[in-house]
């Protein structure tokens, strides 16, 4: 009896810890719906009695709680180490009782389970059943009872759970402990609670006594007993046998031993091995169908086991004819009973359950033709008892799943995470949980995942078992494969879109034609093969003065003027005949409505085809293009106009270049004279202002020039030959004192290619881009280098600056950006005009210029540059012949006698002896005069009588016999200028020249030291 009330218990609980596990995998929990989740609980707990409310919990606190208001302010956990247990083990949790009086009135016992989403446990969802609920399993068995018996439910902690002798629910024993208590005993394996029996059941509890529980009377009483639980029937009867002698000697036992006997469908026998061996064999009561009593005789010889083994229970089953030679089979138990005297005694009943063969035979005869039937029809069945939440499938269904019978638990999660599709789990298991709660028909399309990998189409069908009071109890339904009739449907589908498309796009090209027909901005039209008119939009129709419909059968000799049909119609038979389009023909002649005024037509004429790809018509479109013609002329006419003013700009600022530069440069001169003079005077800071003002009116005139010139065209390259190695070492001269006089530390790595490009120009654009890498640069260094790629080298200027964000590195390239001096409060950093200059050279030159940066750590322009196919011989450059005795001499040449003056007074300063003059001539007489050969010739280009500075360095130097180092200023930007003082070995310098620019190029070009 114990271990029947413990299993009773377990089913209790499993029960509830299934609902509960249903309940855990609603979808409003894979959303974290907490609220809609709260409308779904409060269902669960309205449909089970036995819940007092339901929470959901993370590891720390309530989410939500049913017995409070969905938002209101939650208590705390409850037993968190219960909560903690099912977070760790993701495993169901049975708490012992508990008293909770604060929150709950009576004992309680909580269950929990986990919510497991993607392997994790998410959250616990609890719930408490009163204790209460388990007196009733001890209730329902002392109504069964006829003798009294102590009965108690001892949870794992030693409390006691349930008392049979209590009347109340809030009965103050629940919850305590339980102490020591005598009696047979057993443990719950679900729980790990024990149920203690104080007081074992007496002799009288028997059949042959008084039926021990209704239950069994109701077994005892029953007819079916031989077609349904025969064998569980016999081995009780055989087991109540063993008291029959001690029952004998009771009063009446005969008359309670035949009322048995006329209840049951069977033969009460004895067997009797007396001690000398001898077996004898009796009928006690009852019999055998009318049909078997010639068989009884046989029931009654004693069989070969009892031989063998006297004293161990016998369960046998025999297969008899009887004379009319119908099979029977009968089922024979017995027990054995040692008497004092060494008598054995076997009672035994034999029962005929030929029936119950032959309805089992039928039932497996009729499981294999349904079980036939579903392989054949690709159908599963499955049976599912929602108390227990035990689930049954069918050996065809595991087939369906592709899985041995047996090999796959049949549980809902087991299930859908080991055979559904991801993407389907959260849909069946919610189809699972609303059908278990809420019953009714269950339809559910869904896929699986076979062990082999291959994706099936399930079809789930089913319904729903109620119990009396309406609740669903079971669920019975059938799964079949659809995928055959999925690809079906979804190839009918693809056919039916892809059908509807085909007719939309044609139905919206249709459309879109008459939309454009109609709308165009051109007159359009189409003819057949014999030319007879078959579309015309409103356009041609206002262009023909002829409604569009008058069109629709007339060929164009009846609607147009003649001249105009001997154009049209050979260009429409044309593309009849051939097949080819003609594209933007242009005509010139009258408007059929106003014949009286010539207009130019622009006509495009295409081929229409059939499926065959002959020409079936020509689609025409005529544009008047008078306007435009009229227009294009205005703009020819402007065009010619603004070349003429670029031209005449080009000219002027041609001709001002030198005209601004030369008092630009007596300014240079002066200001550096006089800053000279007025060394310690309190007037010098403000010189230093004016050579300041200057030196930028200098960058905004050469920069605005330059720009001028670029803008105009003005400025031609001229590409030539020459080595990358000599360009690159002239500027590492002009910059590498500067960069050094920063700080910089400046590198140059060279290579031995010779490149063809405008030495000048090339030569200016890598001098702004060192001048940027100088400006922004405050740390670190400068490195000029080239990289040969092929047919190309890469001219390169890297810095340490400050860098360039990505995003300005376009607008860097616009006139007047500086970065970081948007204000321009610092002069230093110019007018922000001088990479302008350079993607303009670049362009101009037809080279390639990148950029690459880092904010903080540097800049890297490249100039890809063509290799020339060979290199010219390089001749060796004149001797370096240095003047010497005395101080320097230096020859001046310039026509103008302001500048001559300055320059003169600020080379006496710097500790030259000047000769000056303002022609060769001039200067060339104090040379004999002097008898000294100078050490420096500074020349203006442009002398007076049509004489240049060129001509003057190559006299004096054709004097001296000596490549005398050579200065030229000028204030013609124009590269030829820097050719051809490159071409006599001489240095050219742009006007305005400031002082500090002028002594370091002397001091590179002469060799003479700064003083």
């Known amino acids: 009896m114990a271990r029947m009330l413990a299993q009773s218990v377990d089913r209790i609980i499993a029960q509830e810890t299934a609902a509960l596990t249903v309940l855990a995998t609603a979808e409003e929990l894979d959303r974290a719906d907490f609220q809609a989740f709260y409308v779904e609980a409060k269902r669960a707990v309205e449909a089970r009695d036995s819940w007092k409310f339901v929470t959901l919990t993370n590891q720390h606190h309530q989410l939500l709680n049913t017995r409070l208001a969905y938002g209101a302010e ?49 959250y616990a969802l609890t719930t408490l059943l009163p204790a209460w609920t388990f007196n009733g399993v001890l209730r329902e068995q002392a109504q069964d009872s006829p003798n009294p018996m102590g009965m108690t439910i001892i949870d794992q902690t030693g409390r006691v759970v349930a008392l049979d002798d209590t009347t109340a629910p809030s009965d103050p024993r629940i919850g305590t402990p339980a102490g020591h208590i005598d009696g047979p005993s057993a443990v719950a394996p679900l729980s790990g609670w024990r149920v203690v029996v104080t007081r074992p059941v007496m002799a009288s509890d028997t059949v042959f006594g008084m039926p021990a529980t209704r239950t069994e009377r109701a077994l005892v009483g029953s007819g079916l007993l031989a077609l349904t639980v025969s064998g569980l029937l016999a081995a009780v009867l055989a087991s109540r046998l063993r008291v029959l002698h001690a029952l004998a000697t009771r009063q009446g036992a005969e008359r309670d031993l035949a009322d048995i006997a006329n209840h049951v469908p069977g033969l009460i026998h004895r067997h009797v091995q007396l001690p000398n061996g001898t077996l004898l064999a009796s009928r006690t009561a009852g019999a055998l169908p009318a049909e078997t009593d010639p068989i009884e005789q046989a029931l009654l010889t004693p069989p070969a086991p009892l031989t063998v083994t006297p004293l161990v229970p016998i369960v046998i089953e025999r297969e008899s004819r009887s004379p009319d030679g119908e099979t029977r089979w009968l089922h024979w138990v017995a027990t054995p009973r040692r008497q004092p005297d060494g008598t054995v005694l076997w009672d035994g009943l034999t029962l005929d359950v030929t029936d119950l063969r032959r309805a089992e035979a039928a039932l497996r005869e009729s499981e294999s033709r349904l079980r036939m039937a579903q392989e054949a029809a690709g159908i599963g069945s499955w049976d599912w008892d929602l108390p227990s939440g035990r689930i049954t499938w069918s050996d065809s269904l ?24 991801p993407d389907d789990r959260q849909a069946v298991l919610a189809k699972a949980q609303q059908s278990s709660l809420r019953g009714g028909e269950m339809q559910l399309q869904y896929r699986i995942v076979r062990p082999d990998g291959t994706v099936r189409w399930m079809e789930c069908t089913g319904n729903s078992v109620a119990n009396a009071d309406g609740r669903p109890v079971r669920l019975l339904g059938i799964i079949r494969d659809i995928t055959d009739r999925k690809a079906t449907e979804e190839a009918l589908h693809a056919a039916n879109a892809a059908l509807e498309r085909e007719v939309a796009e044609r139905t919206r090209a249709e459309t879109l034609l008459e939309t454009m027909f109609a709308s165009a901005p051109a007159a359009m039209t189409v003819v057949d093969g014999q030319l007879r008119y078959l579309h015309v939009n409103e356009r041609m129709a206002a262009l023909n003065a002829l409604p569009a419909e008058a069109h629709i059968g007339r060929r164009p000799q009846d609607v147009l003027p003649a001249d105009l049909v001997a154009v049209v119609e050979p260009l429409y038979r044309r593309v009849l005949s051939t097949g080819e389009p003609i594209h933007n023909l242009s005509i010139t002649a009258p408007a059929p409505a106003d014949p009286w005024t010539e207009r130019h037509w622009l006509m495009n004429l295409h081929p229409v085809r059939n499926a065959d790809g002959t020409v079936q018509a020509v689609h025409g479109l005529v544009q008047d293009i008078t306007d435009q013609k009229t227009m294009e002329a205005s703009l020819r006419t402007a065009l010619d106009e603004a070349r003429a003013a670029i031209d005449a700009k080009a000219r002027f600022f041609a001709s001002a270049s030198h005209d601004l530069r030369q008092p630009v440069q007596t300014l240079f001169l002066f200001a550096h ?11 010098q800071a403000l010189v230093v202002t004016m050579q300041q003002a200057l030196e930028g009116m200098k960058v905004l005139i050469d920069t605005l020039l330059d720009i001028s010139r670029l803008d105009s065209g003005t400025l031609e390259a001229e590409p030539a030959d020459f080595p990358a190695v000599t360009l690159m070492q002239r500027l590492s001269a002009e910059y590498g004192p500067r960069m050094a006089a920063k700080g910089l530390k400046f590198r140059m790595i060279g290579c031995p290619v010779w490149i063809r490009s405008d030495a000048v120009l090339l030569g200016r654009v890598l001098g702004n881009l060192l001048d940027n890498a100088l400006k922004y640069t405050e740390r670190g260094g400068v490195l000029l280098a080239c990289r040969r790629r092929g047919d190309t080298v890469r001219i390169e200027v890297w810095d340490t600056g400050v860098g360039i964000r990505l995003e300005d590195q376009v607008a860097i390239f616009d006139e007047f950006v500086q970065l970081g001096n948007t204000g321009r409060s610092e002069r230093g950093h110019g007018l922000g005009l001088g990479l302008s200059i350079v993607q303009r050279l670049v362009r101009l030159l037809g080279h390639e210029l990148t950029l690459r940066s880092r904010p903080g750590r540097g800049t890297v322009f490249t100039i890809t540059v063509p290799i020339t196919a060979c290199a010219p011989d390089t001749p060796h450059p004149p001797p370096l012949l240095l003047a010497g005795g005395g101080p320097p001499l ?42 000294r050969r100078p050490d420096l010739i500074i020349s203006d280009y442009f002398l007076s009588c049509g004489r240049t500075g060129t001509e003057a360095i190559r006299m004096i130097r054709a004097y001296c016999n000596a490549p005398v180092p050579a200065i030229v200023l000028t204030g013609d ?26 002594q370091d190029m002397i001091q590179r070009v002469a060799g003479i030291p700064k003083r």
């Open 398 to 421: 595991y087939r369906l799943f592709g899985a041995e019978p047996g090999t796959i638990d049949p549980e809902v999660a087991v299930f859908v995470e080991r055979v559904v599709h």
């Open 673 to 683: 004279a006089l800053h000279e003079r007025l060394r310690d005077h309190p007037a």
């Open 973 to 998: 930007t124009g590269p030829e200028r820097a050719l051809e003082a490159g071409r006599i070995g001489s240095h050219l310098l742009l006007k305005p020249v400031m002082p500090d620019v002028l």
């Open 890 to 931: 230096a020859v001046l040449v310039e026509d103008d006698h302001t500048i001559l003056t300055a320059l003169g007074m600020l080379l006496e300063e710097w500790g030259f002896e000047v000769i000056a003059g303002a022609a060769p001539d001039d200067v060339l007489e104090q040379i004999a005069q002097r008898r």
């Open 74 to 122: 939650l208590p705390p956990l409850l037993a968190p180490d219960q909560v903690t247990r099912v977070f760790e083990t993701a495993q169901p949790q049975v708490s012992g009782v508990a008293r909770h009086s604060d929150r709950v009135a009576q004992p309680f016992v909580s269950i929990r389970v986990p919510v497991v989403r993607e392997g994790t446990v998410r």
